[in-house]
């Protein structure tokens, strides 16, 4: 995926000059998720003496708190480490099915094993078509927005330059059935166990990849996870993958934290959309010709 930060401030300034010069009421300043600045330090520093908690509510946006600066390693794998996604935690054998499929997937962004990384002309990582990145891949490195109704949650999962994710978590008390189609991020029911919020997701579609180093799963995935808040502005998550067709015992995460992006309620996400007629142009253009791919390269002039 190529770093379209030239583009964006272009196009902003272009935007910017086109507009009629006006001011915001204080009331309505916004402020990007992750995004830090003398301005919005103050706000969010004063919005923390009027900041409610309840652990029930997980509403405002979160951001990564908890990364492994070091992943431990594989013995005897090269450079082989623990998923970011996970936490760390090392993933367990693959099964046959699995072996073959992981050693199909060809990755190659920074986040891969550098013994794994391909040219990205001749990788299969779905990013390449603007495919969608699936659950729980798109919560690999992104900004997660909670929207809580009496009903459901819904996830919006947006960063990384990739994709924007959506996801729903229903949390009025229904089932899933096993006829349903599969989905790029599954079908995922939520009840709370007193403090904790407790997500079941299955019907996974599985021509998506667990992370950037191309763990593969099945369609019979089943993604298991508890989310505790115990104060206002912290977030924890415990992923458990049980893919029996995929891995020889279920793949058991380290605990994840994540932090309140204040202020809340005038902290928004950005807007990223990988949009499939940019990213075609560009692999025509830049990607497929640095692979050395002429065939699908643009046309010289």
């Keep these: 995926m190529y770093n379209r930060t030239i583009q964006l401030i272009l196009v902003a300034g272009a935007i910017l000059f086109s507009l009629p010069v006006f001011s915001l009421p204080a009331g309505a300043q916004v402020y990007y998720g992750g995004v830090k600045s003398p301005e919005k330090t103050k706000a969010a520093d004063a919005a923390k003496g009027t900041l409610k908690y309840d652990p029930h509510d997980l509403s405002g946006i979160w951001l990564h708190a908890s990364r492994p600066a070091d ?13 970011q996604l996970m936490g760390g935690a090392m993933p367990p054998p693959l ?23 391909t040219i990205p002309s001749q990788g299969n990582d779905p990013v ?53 189609d599969p989905r790029w991020d599954g079908w995922a029911v939520g009840h709370w166990e007193g403090d904790s919020l407790v997500v079941d997701s299955k019907n996974f579609d599985d021509r998506a990849w667990l ?45 994840q934290m994540f932090r309140l992006d204040l202020p809340k309620g ?30 699908h390269a643009r046309p010289t002039k």
């Design 71 to 83: 992943l431990p390693k594989l013995p005897g794998v090269g450079d082989a480490h623990g998923s």
């Design 266 to 295: 005038l902290t928004i996400l950005d807007q990223e959309f990988c949009v499939s007629s940019e990213e075609q142009e560009f692999n025509r253009g830049v990607r497929n010709l640095a692979g050395g791919d002429l065939e």
């Design 211 to 255: 992370d950037g180093n191309g763990w593969p799963h099945s369609d019979q995935m089943k993604l298991h996870e508890v989310y505790s808040h115990p104060d206002a502005t912290t977030l924890s998550l415990v992923m458990t993958i049980d893919d029996p067709k995929t891995y020889t015992q279920p793949w058991v995460g380290n605990k």
């Design 95 to 117: 099964t046959m099915w699995g072996l073959a499929a992981f050693s199909a997937n060809k990755p190659s962004l920074e986040t891969a094993w550098v013994s794994r990384r």
């Design 128 to 180: 390449g078509n603007c495919d969608p990145l699936g659950y729980p891949r798109d919560l690999e490195r992104s900004e997660v927005e909670m929207v809580q109704t009496p009903d459901k949650i819904l996830m919006i999962l947006t960063g990384a330059g990739y994709a924007v994710g959506y996801r729903p978590i229903w949390t009025d008390g229904r089932t899933i059935p096993d006829d349903v």
